[in-house]
């Protein structure tokens, strides 16, 4: 490659570079780490996903389904290059895991099946990476298989992808043409390209590092097709990182090992982890594991660049930041099926156990008891990642309980501002918080401010409040779905010679539902449901039929331009509610031959929010975990007040 660009790109600096391979399912991503390690010498054998003994799937259920479920750790030194790889799961289903890996990257090798081509989860990958910003390597698989259509892979992810993708495999290119490519990727660089004929290292090493250029690589991961090329190119083609002396770190995986032990995943971002450091008040880093496949080394250090799992903290959870680092914003991809636990014969309180240990490695899956409907409820993003939960729950804890068949998880909003009042004064106990709901930003969440005065509450108090509000998932009083979209702001409060954090916690949540309940009795809570982003391709003959489709499920489409083509290709979003089983119904009518793709793509007004009302059958009222009412306190005796009438009896100035 060094005469690619008319230069001698020897590298010898040392550098540590963290990448993360990512792929559709089947695409070959996990016997591409394989192949890297072999090439590197790292192993001495070359183990297969089908043979089951694929260094990185060590666990049994990855054995028995042939793919990866969770993210695994290994590393390579290849000339002056030291290469941690993490091995992201393939299915969409674990889509979650895989968006947590994606903040502690450096690089990451997207992976793309040269027979099957551009999928739906190929393009939601490509859309996190870019929304995470992290340089992207393309190695286009499976090159010698039966129905393998190279150019048209590489032809597809210039034009759907970027123009930047470029091929940089050795025997595929032309000095010229390639190295002119490259630089039309930026002005600046297409000027000094012009100028000298020749390219910078530097500016392709930039060029990639600012994704505008993704270098792309053909071969068989298989066969060690095309391997030495992408190690080369790793090598040559990456930077490190800028660091800092004071600590950081993110947290990007939560896991139990075989005794039970709790282990923190982090990659250190800046100054240095020691073992016994304190990360939280009172919890110590007991021990730093440094993970290769399923062994590990007891490490005293960690510096900064490194990857390693911590045992001995309780209070970590994937996305944190430790140290100098703030948690990162909630995951794009979210669960959109809520499923019902049948515990049958066994103690529901022993199932609830079980099952929160597994959120607390996948916090996604929302593991709640609703009280009055006396079950478990879990949030899943659809049917494989329901049937591996069953399998762990039988491996790791006896348990073999069956889920419901999964129902759409609405959320609700609201659309106009309110001051929700909540008042907790049984007997010698008191408090009262006063909030400024408002609508926020489509795909925020529920975000929490303070701008109440030191004067008015004091700073103990206010935390006090604000420590409640981040407590709980706070739930809609439409059917009892989560909240989202909405800005929570404390702005008053009262308290008195008895009050205590318990009381605020109370008064807080209560606050937010009473303020829920004003406006949803004007019509100004909404009911939102979660929407796909899809793309059919269907023959030209069943065009129509697709089309109508689409509209009687409440969809909007897109007919591409290509129409002499054998296929035609639609785009658009559709409710989940109505999509979800769509995909069957395609290849019974194009027998065989149509493809529906569809992504998780955010929240919209519900298409039937009267229907989805009647059918949820919720009274806000009677849910007594989220109750809008208040209680207060008269001649020595508290006293329960309805939530319309608590304003009125409120001790802290109300403003409607």
């Known amino acids: 490659m060094s005469s690619l660009f008319g230069l001698d790109l020897t590298n010898n600096m040392t550098k540590k570079i963290v990448a993360g391979l990512v792929a559709h399912v089947d695409a070959g991503k996990t016997t591409l780490t394989e192949a890297l390690l072999y090439q590197s010498g790292q192993l001495r054998k070359l183990g297969r996903v089908d043979n089951g003994d694929a260094f990185l799937d060590p666990d049994q259920l990855e054995k028995q389904r042939g793919i990866t479920i969770f993210t695994h750790q290994a590393s390579l030194n290849y000339n002056d290059l030291t290469l941690t790889l993490l091995d992201t799961p393939g299915h969409i289903d674990f889509a979650a895991q895989t ?53 048209s892979t590489i032809s597809a992810l210039q034009s759907e992808f970027s123009a930047g993708c470029i091929n940089f495999t050795a025997d595929a290119i032309t000095t010229g043409d390639t ?15 012009l100028d000298s004929g020749s390219l ?108 390693c799992a911590i045992a001995g903290l309780t209070f970590s959870y994937p996305g944190q930041g430790l140290g100098k680092l703030e948690d990162n ?38 593991v709640e008891w609703s009280s009055h409907l006396q079950e478990i409820h879990v949030r899943l993003m659809g049917e494989v990642q329901r049937e591996i939960l069953e399998q762990l729950l039988v491996e790791r804890f006896d348990l073999p309980l069956k889920f419901s068949q999964g129902q759409i998880l609405y959320r609700e909003t609201i659309d106009k501002p309110v001051e929700g009042v909540g008042h907790f004064e049984p007997l010698r ?44 998932e706070h739930l809609g009083v439409l059917t009892g779905s989560p ?28 606050a937010v539902r009473q303020g829920l309940m004003e406006l949803a009795q004007d019509g100004h809570v909404k009911l939102l449901e979660p929407i796909y982003s899809y793309r059919l391709a269907v023959p030209q003959d069943a065009v129509g039929r697709a089309i109508n489709d689409v509209q009687s499920m409440n969809g909007t489409f897109e007919l591409s331009q290509n129409e002499n083509g054998p296929f035609a290709i639609i785009t ?67 006293f329960p007040v309805k939530w319309d009438q608590v304003p009125e009896y409120a001790h802290f100035p109300y403003m409607k």
């Open 99 to 151: 968006e947590q890996v994606l903040q502690v990257l450096d690089y990451a090798v997207l992976v793309v099946s040269a027979t099957d081509g551009i999928q739906g989860y190929t393009r939601t990958l490509w859309s996190l990476l870019r929304r995470y910003h992290v340089p992207t390597f393309i190695f286009v698989n499976k090159v010698d298989s039966v129905g393998a259509d190279v150019e």
């Open 179 to 193: 190295a002119e490519a490259i630089a039309m990727q930026d002005d600046a660089a297409l000027e000094k390209f």
């Open 200 to 307: 910078n290292p530097e500016v392709v090493t930039d060029l990639i590092r600012r994704e505008l250029v993704f270098p792309v690589y053909t071969g068989s991961a298989l066969k060690m097709d095309g391997i030495q090329d992408l190690l080369d190119d790793l090598d040559q083609w990456t930077t490190e990182r800028d660091t800092d002396e004071e600590f950081s770190a993110r947290v990007f995986k939560i896991s139990h090992d075989q005794n039970g032990n709790r282990l923190t995943w982090v990659r250190v971002l800046g100054g240095c982890l020691k073992a016994k450091q304190e990360i939280f008040p009172g919890e110590k880093a007991d021990q730093i594991r440094v993970y290769d496949g399923e062994k590990f080394n007891i490490s005293q250090e960690i510096i900064s660049g490194d990857v």
């Open 329 to 366: 914003p909630q995951a794009q991809l979210q669960p959109v099926l809520s499923y019902a636990v049948d515990t049958g014969e066994y103690d529901p309180h022993k199932c609830l156990k079980a099952l929160e240990e597994l959120a607390d490695e996948d916090p996604q899956l929302n």
């Open 429 to 472: 106990h008191y408090a009262e918080v006063h909030l400024h709901i408002e609508p926020g930003e489509p795909g925020s969440g529920v975000q929490f401010a303070n701008k109440c005065r030191i004067e008015v509450l004091d700073h103990n108090w206010q935390t006090q409040v604000m420590t409640s509000l981040a407590a709980k």
């Open 483 to 510: 909240l989202t979209d909405v800005k929570i702001t404390l702005v008053g409060g009262k308290i008195k010679i008895h009050s205590s954090g318990g009381d605020f916690r109370e008064a807080t949540w209560r």
């Open 572 to 638: 658009g979003t559709a409710p989940v509610s109505t999509m979800r089983d769509y995909a069957t119904e395609v290849r019974n009518y194009t027998h065989g031959q149509g493809q529906l793709d569809c992504v998780f793509d955010g929240y919209a007004p519900c298409h039937n929010t009267d229907e989805v009302i009647a059918d949820a059958d919720y009274n806000p009222t009677a849910d007594l975990d989220n109750t809008p009412d208040s209680v207060f306190c008269a001649h020595g005796d508290g």
